[in-house]
């Protein structure tokens, strides 16, 4: 049962254009929700965050949009840049003091830049 | 330090042998997670541990899987009698505080293939 679900394994972007990453969740009860990035060989590092309770949060380059009645977010970065070229994970939390902060992930889209 | 330590980088055990991997957390952080990571694709939240208290272990194949995370020591995850399906990139992360993901900081992952 996949709760966080990435559709799209791939991205191909021009340097300088938008990249939009879509992800899609089932489990209403999901009060966070965050971006990861990861290269090859190493662990995913955090990008942004957005609480269920917000629509977009902007952290630079980086705005992520939330639509909570398709249970839908996306990833929007503007402008895209080759050091961009990584894999991207979506992931959400279950909140409330006894849930622990463990993460659900989805099967993460790999984002390419070209120059 | 800065930074969740994780030994060893790779690990090649035969089927049926046990495998141990350890995970340094972070200086101060209390919290401490493991995740599967098979074939590129999702993380798989195994276990997540307060000091050395287990939180949370649903995600753990209680069969052939252990964790630890003793007071002055390394956190460790054990497999006794790998199978194939073992083989995966597992990671640790860890937090200082529970909610939502937020603050976690991953280690690189040790890689583990059973032949």
């Known amino acids: 049962d996949q709760q966080v679900k990435q559709n799209s394994p791939s991205l191909s972007v021009q340097e300088g254009r938008i990249s939009i990453l879509n992800c899609d969740y089932t489990?209403?009860?999901?009060?966070?929700f965050l971006w990861y990035k990861k290269y090859p060989a190493e662990g995913p590092t955090f990008l942004i965050s957005?609480?269920?309770?917000?629509d977009k949060n902007e952290d630079g380059r980086f705005t992520v949009f939330l639509n909570k009645s398709a249970k839908h977010l996306s990833l929007h970065i503007v402008p895209s840049q080759p050091g961009d070229s990584a894999v991207y994970f979506c992931?959400?939390?279950?909140?409330?003091?006894?849930?622990?902060?463990?993460?659900?992930f989805g099967q993460g889209t790999e984002l390419s830049v070209k120059p | 330090g800065e930074e969740v330590a994780q030994t060893p980088k790779h690990l090649v055990r035969g089927e049926g042998q046990k495998a141990k991997l350890y995970c340094a957390p972070i200086?101060?952080?209390?919290?401490v997670f493991w995740y599967q990571q098979v074939l590129k694709n999702e993380f798989k939240f195994l276990i997540s541990?307060?000091?050395?208290?287990?939180?949370?272990e649903t995600g753990m194949p209680k069969e052939r899987f252990s964790a630890k995370c003793l007071p002055n020591s390394p956190c460790s995850l054990e497999i006794q009698a790998t199978k194939l399906e073992d083989s995966a990139v597992y990671f640790c992360?860890?937090?200082?505080?529970?909610?939502?993901?937020?603050?976690?900081?991953f280690g690189s992952g040790t890689r583990l293939t059973v032949v």
């Open positions: 992360a860890s937090s200082h505080k529970r909610a939502g993901g937020l603050g976690y900081t």
């Open positions: 489990n209403s009860m999901f009060d966070y």
């Open positions: 957005i609480s269920s309770i917000k």
């Open positions: 992931a959400a939390s279950e909140g409330g003091y006894n849930q622990g902060g463990k993460l659900i």
């Open positions: 200086k101060g952080h209390s919290y």
């Open positions: 541990f307060q000091n050395e208290n287990v939180f949370d």
